[in-house]
């Protein structure tokens, strides 16, 4: 499976994932889930939200096929991903980055094109935690 998309900002591309590999979406207030539609594989994304801006992703994947989702990036974000276990493989304005198990890799993004990459019956697990530039003018104190 292959797609392409545009984003503006992190729920954005949330969306655009949902629309292309999830099937099913549940919220609870500043948690989401997507369970992966079972026609690619297995897996989900759970997503929680904090009020200082941040966001904390669990990605877990088993896909049936190859999976290739293409995005313009079109915002300014700084994440880190941890990966648990598995291989995840993505490119960030024509910079490849392979990281395997306890491996981990800090990326600023603003106005780049990504790709991220699953191969077949390949179980991969991550952790993102993503934070939008600008997010100081969410912080409560």
Same mark, same amino acid.
């Given at each position: 499976?292959?797609?392409?998309? /545009?984003?503006?900002? !992190? !729920?954005?591309? &949330?969306? +655009? #994932?949902?629309? @292309?590999?999830?099937?099913?979406? !549940?919220? &609870? ?24 801006g %941040?966001?904390l992703? #669990?990605?877990? @994947?088993?896909?049936k096929?190859?999976?290739s989702?293409? *995005?313009?990036?079109?915002y *300014? ?12 493989? $993505? &490119?960030? *304005?024509?910079?490849?980055?392979? %990281? +395997? *198990? =306890?491996?981990?890799?800090? /990326? @600023?993004?603003? +106005? ?6 699953? =191969? ?9 935690? $993503? ?8 912080? $409560?104190?």
């Amino acid at each position: 499976m292959k797609a392409s998309f /545009s984003i503006d900002n !992190q !729920q954005d591309f &949330y969306q +655009k #994932i949902q629309k @292309y590999i999830g099937s099913k979406k !549940q919220n &609870y207030g500043r948690e989401d889930s997507i369970k992966i539609s079972s026609k690619i594989g297995q897996g989900r994304i759970d997503r929680y939200l904090f009020s200082s801006g %941040l966001e904390l992703q #669990i990605q877990e @994947y088993l896909t049936k096929e190859p999976v290739s989702l293409t *995005a313009e990036i079109n915002y *300014a974000n700084l994440g880190m991903s941890w990966v648990v276990s598995g291989h995840y493989q $993505y &490119y960030l *304005a024509d910079q490849e980055f392979d %990281l +395997k *198990a =306890q491996q981990n890799i800090l /990326s @600023y993004c603003n +106005k780049v094109q990504g790709c991220f990459e699953l =191969q077949p019956n390949r179980r991969v697990v991550f952790l993102v935690v $993503y934070m939008t530039i600008g997010w100081s003018d969410r912080i $409560y104190y």
